[in-house]
């Protein structure tokens, strides 16, 4: 079993920056695949970003593309999410997701095997 741990959430006016961390245990973190995914109030979970279990690929949302960055601390079992330069559409419960399966998890939230309890952002405009 793998426990993730999400921080960072918060209030931030458009144009600001948050991070997201998310803190894994129970398994080994550099076997993992990590992503993040956001879902807003009425609408569908959503693809925001992953990273291989190196760090050394990565992908991103076109919407987030150019504002967020991915990036993980294997000595940490830590992975964050640098958001900047935040919209108001932007607002989410954003989750931090994990495989074990693969070395990249993709954008397809029905690759990852385990979930945060997720880290509520709302941007104001």
């Known amino acids: 079993q793998v426990q993730l741990v999400e921080s960072g959430g918060g209030l931030v006016q458009a144009g600001g920056s948050l991070r997201l961390s998310c803190a894994a245990s129970?398994?080994?973190?550099?076997?993992?695949?990590m992503g993040w995914f956001r879902q807003a109030p009425g609408k569908e979970r959503e693809f925001v970003s992953t990273i291989s279990r190196s760090g050394g690929s990565t992908a991103y949302a076109d919407s987030v593309k150019g504002r967020f960055t991915i990036s993980r601390d294997n000595a940490k079992n830590t992975v964050f999410l640098q958001m900047d330069k935040l919209k108001p559409e932007d607002t989410a419960v954003y989750y931090c997701?994990?495989?074990?399966?693969?070395?990249?998890?993709?954008?397809?939230?029905?690759?990852?095997?385990?979930w945060g309890q997720g880290t509520q952002v709302t941007v104001s405009s």
């Open positions: 129970g398994r080994a973190f550099s076997n993992l695949a």
């Open positions: 997701a994990a495989t074990p399966s693969a070395y990249y998890g993709g954008s397809d939230y029905r690759r990852y095997d385990y």
